[in-house]
């Protein structure tokens, strides 16, 4: 009988001890809470801005104070005086327990140095933090100007930015890149929203971002079809600019127009020997071959980016190929009277600029990818 009672309870010991083990466990009062602050002089090897590159280089470093935390929220913010940033990692996975751990690193952007580390674990009603890891691949130096207040917040997929205290959309702000225009060659372009007595204001639609750049410059501006140098006063809301041009610190520009206005541009674009933009790429729709010496090629064009200017026109003309037209097809044609057997889907020619007023225009050279 006693050794019953004694199994009964120590039965009920146990019971009242996971009881009040789970109570003390899920009660901010009583729950183990452990937080420790270290100072650190760490020179990071990766740029702050670059999420990708810093993600991985301090997601290693959290993985020394705890398994699994993940990154999932930052902080950056621009003053004049200083640049910091603060990334916080978190972890809520522990078997279902109500446990967390967050880890929060302080950066010193313009020393490019980690300063200060801070590591918190315990009840999840006291440690907290954001549970969706940052996965954004966003370039976070697009949103940063010099001489400008900005704090931006990076929780889970979502970036939200405040301008002298004042939050704005994302797509409101505005990059100048009047400064370092090579590092936006590949993006750096988009219609022309605003002209000011500062700056040209253009949106580029693939990634819905605004740039400017200042009206005192020491750009160079082209028209993209001619290759004739341009005020930058004449630049005008509607027109295309483009940064990725065949020399450095020149940008490339096309006005909307349509018509005679268009298609005198874009003959000029024929003759072009070093187009500092881009050629006109003409479509063949027929190859006539009157002799050995001579054949009449018919093509339709439009403008270099149709999809910029879409109402601009499509034009026809009939170009003169002769004994003195350079002629490079695939396949070794390149002659007259093989002229026949090339397709007409993906040509280049050049035109004589002499003629580019004549009824029949004369190619100085011809190519075709196509030839068979």
């Known amino acids: 009988m006693k050794e019953k009672i004694a199994i009964i309870v120590s039965v009920l010991i146990i019971i009242v ?59 950056y913010d621009i003053n004049e005086n200083s640049k910091t940033a603060i990334f916080q990692f978190y972890k809520d996975d522990y078997n279902g327990k109500n446990k967390a751990c967050l880890l929060t690193m302080n950066i010193d952007i313009d020393k490019n140095k980690m300063t200060k580390i801070k590591f918190e674990k315990g009840n999840g009603k006291r440690v907290t933090g954001y549970s969706n890891e940052i996965n954004s691949l966003e370039k976070i130096s697009d949103y940063i100007n010099l001489n400008e207040n900005i704090k931006i917040i990076i929780a889970g997929e979502d970036i939200t930015l ?74 005008k809301v509607g027109y295309y600019i483009d940064t990725l041009t065949q020399e450095q610190n020149v940008i490339s520009v096309l006005s909307n127009i349509k018509g005679e206005e268009l298609r005198k541009e874009l003959m000029k674009n024929f003759t072009l020997e070093n187009p500092i933009y881009l050629t006109v790429s003409p479509v063949g729709t027929n190859m006539k071959i009157i002799n050995k010496n001579k054949a009449i090629l018919t093509i339709t064009y439009g403008d270099l980016l149709s999809d910029y200017n879409t109402d601009g026109g499509e034009f026809e003309m009939k170009v003169e190929i002769n004994s003195n037209t350079k002629i490079e097809c695939k396949g ?8 026949g057997d090339v397709t007409l889907d993906i040509i280049k020619i050049k035109l004589d600029k002499n003629t580019i007023n004549n009824e029949i225009p004369v190619a100085t050279y011809f190519m075709s990818s196509n030839g068979d």
């Open 17 to 75: 001890s996971i009881f009040f083990y789970s109570l003390i466990e899920n009660n901010d009062d009583f729950a183990p809470y452990e937080c420790k602050e270290y100072n650190k002089d760490y020179e990071l090897a990766t740029d702050v801005y670059d999420l990708s590159k810093i993600k991985n280089e301090l997601t290693n470093i959290a993985q020394e104070y705890e398994k699994g935390l993940k990154l999932t929220f930052i902080q």
């Open 332 to 339: 070794g044609i390149n002659n007259i009277e093989q002229l």
């Open 162 to 235: 405040y301008k002298d205290g004042q939050k704005i959309k994302k797509n409101d702000f505005v990059k100048n890149i009047t400064n370092n225009i090579n590092e936006y060659v590949y993006n750096g372009n988009g219609m022309v929203t605003e002209v000011n007595d500062d700056n040209i204001i253009f949106e580029n639609q693939s990634n819905n971002k605004k740039y400017s750049i200042d009206i005192n410059n020491d750009l160079k501006f082209v028209n993209g079809r001619t290759n004739d140098e341009i005020n930058i006063n004449e630049i």
